[in-house]
């Protein structure tokens, strides 16, 4: 019995033993909070700023880090092609995609599939995201080679709308899909609006002219070749040519909308979608 006695009071206190894991994982937590709060910028800012322009604040700022690095600079570090934003622009890719669907599918309620597509193209492009990345001051935070630093990598439209995305996913790991799909309304809600008043085919014409000067140094024409109907229900059949050449054509109660009809149509069949012919 006295063997037995001294064999149980040599054995660890589970109670205690709970009490010291306690205050280990306590410590461990308080020591990791630090360390995620040294979490820094490139040139040592503190990202703080960034989540105040992004409108969100990290639980774990490693996300939002991680979604800074540029493979430029993973590659002069020698780092694996994991560690740049890449991944993490993929995931945000379809988070994008979701959470803007979701918002013109409540906005525009008597809208078809068709031309929620198109919608959704004329929203989530390039141009778009450089433009929103451009707002939030992203560029000042990219971890960038050197080069590409030095050829003005961060205002490049590509790689500021490439990392918008991946900062998208950071915020859909931290956070969930709530966090992700409330960052976009609040980021987007100025081009819903537009959208909402100006329509949204305006954007097609505006990008199909951005793209033909940057191809092919010439800006679309639009020639009306039918008018037809009464006068309160005329329909106008626009031609759109690039460099005299016939691309598409559109039609409408308006000159103005038949050429965003055929804008719309040159670019889905001619330009694809620009977020998709990234480099």
């Known amino acids: 019995?006295?063997?037995?006695?001294?064999?149980?009071?040599?054995?660890?206190?589970?109670?205690?033993e709970t009490g010291v894991q306690k205050k280990a994982s306590t410590a461990l937590a308080r020591a990791s909070s630090k360390k995620l709060l040294r979490l820094e910028g490139p040139d040592g800012q503190d990202l703080g700023d960034l989540e105040k322009s992004l409108g969100y604040a990290f639980r774990d700022r490693k996300f939002l880090r991680d979604a800074l690095?540029?493979?430029?600079?993973?590659?002069?570090?020698?780092?694996?092609d994991t560690v740049a934003n890449e991944r993490l622009e993929f995931l945000g890719d379809a988070v994008l995609e979701l959470a803007v669907s979701h918002s013109i599918m409540e906005s525009f309620p008597d809208y078809s599939e068709g031309e929620l597509s198109k919608l959704r193209a004329?929203?989530?492009?390039?141009?778009?995201?450089?433009?929103?990345?451009?707002?939030?001051?992203?560029?000042?935070?990219?971890?960038?080679?050197?080069?590409?630093?030095?050829?003005?990598?961060?205002?490049?439209?590509?790689?500021?709308?490439?990392?918008?995305?991946?900062?998208?996913?950071?915020?859909?790991?931290?956070g969930g899909l709530s966090a992700a799909d409330t960052a976009v309304r609040s980021h987007f809600q100025g081009i819903f609006k537009?959208?909402?008043?100006?329509?949204?085919?305006?954007?097609?014409?505006?990008?199909?002219?951005?793209?033909?000067?940057?191809?092919?140094?010439?800006?679309?024409?639009?020639?009306?070749?039918?008018?037809k109907g009464p006068d309160h229900q005329k329909e106008f059949t626009v031609a759109l040519l690039i460099d005299g050449k016939?691309?598409?054509?559109?039609?409408?109660?308006?000159?103005?909308?038949?050429?965003?009809?055929?804008?719309?149509?040159?670019?889905?069949?001619?330009?694809?979608?620009?977020?998709?012919?990234r480099t």
Not at 75 to 80: G, R, T, V, Y
Not at 202 to 223: G, I, M, N, S, W
Not at 264 to 275: I, S
């Open 246 to 277: 016939p691309w598409a054509q559109g039609k409408g109660r308006t000159k103005k909308e038949a050429e965003q009809h055929a804008a719309a149509q040159a670019y889905a069949r001619h330009m694809g979608d620009p977020k998709r012919e």
């Open 69 to 80: 690095i540029h493979k430029s600079y993973a590659n002069e570090k020698k780092l694996s």
């Open 122 to 174: 004329s929203i989530v492009n390039e141009h778009n995201l450089a433009r929103l990345a451009r707002r939030i001051h992203l560029g000042e935070f990219l971890f960038l080679g050197k080069g590409e630093a030095r050829s003005g990598g961060r205002e490049k439209a590509s790689i500021l709308a490439d990392a918008y995305e991946a900062v998208l996913a950071a915020v859909y790991l931290d």
């Open 194 to 227: 537009k959208i909402q008043l100006d329509g949204y085919d305006r954007d097609f014409k505006t990008l199909l002219q951005e793209r033909c000067q940057a191809v092919f140094k010439v800006t679309p024409e639009y020639r009306v070749i039918e008018a």
């Open 1 to 16: 019995m006295k063997n037995t006695a001294k064999e149980d009071s040599r054995k660890p206190d589970p109670v205690a």
